[in-house]
């Protein structure tokens, strides 16, 4: 039987990914509204989409950027992406169903939407259903190849499902993408897992 392998204590999965890109992109005078103190009140202008109004009031923490998904959907405005952000509300809230819900309907949409796979693996992994997590980070990277975090919560969850060279070859790959002092985080995960592979001497020669 093979070695169970364990977490260094640090070692935690990074958390939900809120879609900003897709339809900001093309009105970047939107992107000031962001940095704007929380206090002041928003007032949107004719041009300024139900989506943006959404992820505005959403990078705020405001309650009714889940109203301003809803609109964005009806509306068929960037629906995947709304679906996805709502999605995250949703699992905050502790609506584990509702999330599933929205995560499922915005890859319905888009079936490649990247952040719906991540964020939907994210949910699997905090039910304990490791393998439909992995099927979904391994998704997630398939189509955004240099997202960062999903390497690294997938070599998380290739670790519980004792994939100890998986979970390396993913950890190098996030190292890779990120700053040196973010590296480091994975170091410890990496000298465990390596150590794990010499005690079961499946990947011999492995560096």
């Known amino acids: 039987m093979g070695q169970i392998l364990k977490f260094p204590a640090p070692a935690s999965k990074f958390g939900y990914k809120r879609v900003r890109k897709r339809c900001t992109e093309d009105h970047p005078d939107q992107l000031k509204l962001f940095s704007q103190p929380s206090a002041q009140i928003l007032t949107f202008s004719s041009s300024v989409s139900p989506f943006e109004q959404a992820l505005m009031l959403d990078e705020r923490g405001d309650q009714k950027a889940a109203e301003f998904y809803a ?9 995947a992406d709304a679906y996805c952000n709502l999605g995250i509300i949703e699992s905050r809230k502790g609506d584990t ?6 995560f499922t309907r915005s890859l319905k949409q888009d079936p490649r939407h990247s952040e719906a796979h991540y964020n939907l693996a994210n949910l699997y992994f905090e039910l304990n259903d490791f393998r439909l997590a992995q099927i979904h980070y391994e998704m997630a990277v398939e189509v955004e190849p240099s997202f960062a975090n999903v390497y690294f919560n997938l070599a998380l969850v290739q670790t519980i499902n004792k994939d100890a060279a998986g979970a390396i070859a993913a950890l190098q790959k996030y190292q890779k993408l990120v700053s040196r002092d973010e590296a480091r985080t994975a170091e410890e995960m990496l000298h465990e897992l390596r150590k794990s592979v010499e005690a079961n001497g499946s990947q011999a020669g492995l560096k």
Not at 97 to 102: I, L, N, S, W
Request: proline share 0%.
């Open 97 to 102: 169903a509702k999330a599933f819900d929205c």
């Open 71 to 79: 609109k964005a959907i009806e509306g068929h405005d960037c629906v």
